[in-house]
């Protein structure tokens, strides 16, 4: 199988490289080091240990398709008669394209739906429902307000497109893949361009379940959606299903539409209503909505930074660059190499600061504006991406609205490692 490397890969000396989410060195033996340099230009490499752990890790992703794989796929492996396409509804109207429609209850009935709900279920509800008469070993979940073009076998992009997710789960670790999904303008469906493993605490810490691939025995292993939950449920299944063993994995080479609300406002209230499923999921899944997650180190050299203490600051991130060169009493890491990762990882530290600050923070930050250095703080975390302002805060309306009704911290208060950080979750 072919692999591409995470946009974090470095080569740190010529048996070590640091790459993944959270950051993490990885220490190679000779041969070792010749199949991460095989990674490196594209060359096939079997399953291996190695192999494993860079993928659990998010270091290497699954490479992108040729045409001719594409072309292959639907004659060979998992194909879209595979998959059974499953949508949840509200009213509207039935897409007549094969998909099951899962009528929630609508008011009057969906004509053409498969299913239907006599009491609202909610969506993941719904979802369940739609399990209930799959006999694929796959179920595309797509919302009602997705548009899926490549669903019609005559669409151009048809073929890739399917096989852009189908590749995934030639892995039988792999429980979920989930395409782009784009729409309004900083939106918090797109997880952008890049790909990756998702896990709670990392880059790509959720997906959304406006489209997911599932394979229905992971499904059924973790016992589906939480039917209690009317927000967030997709999240707690990812994690759910991740925690139980299985991988899931963002796949941008595939992408959906998600219409977005034909009004301003209407989008800034499904900000808060995203911010709203925040306090549940945090007493589900404790430390897993920390705004801001880093090392000791870091934290402290951008908290003091933050209180005017940039010298301090300054040398505390050096002394995080000697630490981890030097780390074990290691000798042979290209310490430049080292001090460039280090760097970039502060960075990425600091711009989570300034979405930690839009999307959690401002309100506990407001009672304290007469400071001018409080102030100066406020104002970059505003600034730092202007257009997405106005939807962060709708967003913390609704994270502190949910946080004071379930009386947790959780999504507020950050998380601080000391030390390496490893995976802990099984494997299968």
Known sequence: ??????????????????????????????????????????????????????????????APLTDDEVASCSSAGVGPSDVTVVTPQLGGVVIADGRVTVDD?????????????????????ARNAGRAVVDTPFVFFVDADVDVPELDPDHPGHPSWWAALLRH???????LVAPRVTGDDGSSLDLGEQ?????????????PGAALLVRVA?????????????????????????QAGWRCRYEPAATV????????????????????????????????????ASGAWTAASWSAVALGRVVIGVVLAVGSAVRLATGGGATD???????????????????????AIRRAWWP???????????????????????????????????LWRSSIATRTLGPIVPRISVGATGSTRPSR
Not at 105 to 125: C, Q, W, Y
């Open 257 to 292: 539409h998600h219409r977005p609300r034909p009004t301003f406002s209407e989008q800034l209230a499904q900000q808060v209503k995203y911010g709203s499923s925040s306090g549940p999921l945090a007493l589900r899944h404790p430390g897993a909505l920390a705004p801001y």
């Open 364 to 398: 506990l930050l407001v009672p304290l504006l007469w400071s001018r250095r409080v102030r100066r703080l406020v104002l970059v975390g505003l600034v730092a991406s202007p257009r997405r302002v106005a939807k962060d805060i709708a967003f913390s309306i609704g």
């Open 105 to 125: 209850a609508s008011e009057p009935p969906l004509d053409g739906a498969a299913v239907r709900l006599d009491v609202n279920a909610g969506p993941g509800g």
């Open 169 to 175: 789960v030639d892995d039988p670790t792999v429980g």
């Open 218 to 242: 992971a499904f059924d292993d973790v016992g589906g959606f939480d039917s209690t939950l009317r927000l967030g449920e997709d999240v707690d299944l990812v994690w759910r299903l991740d």
């Open 1 to 62: 199988m072919r692999f591409v490397c995470d946009s974090t890969w470095r080569w740190v000396g010529d048996h070590a490289v640091m790459a993944g989410s959270p950051h993490r060195l990885f220490r190679l033996t000779l041969a070792g080091a010749d199949v991460a340099r095989r990674i490196e230009v594209g060359d096939d490499v079997p399953s291996s240990v190695l192999v494993e752990r860079l993928l659990d890790g998010g270091a290497i992703h699954p």
């Open 195 to 207: 790909p990756g493993r998702v896990r709670a605490g990392t880059r790509i810490s959720y997906v």
């Open 333 to 355: 890491l290209d310490p430049t190499t080292v001090a460039a990762v280090a760097f970039e990882g502060h960075l990425a530290a600091g711009r989570q600061a300034q979405l």
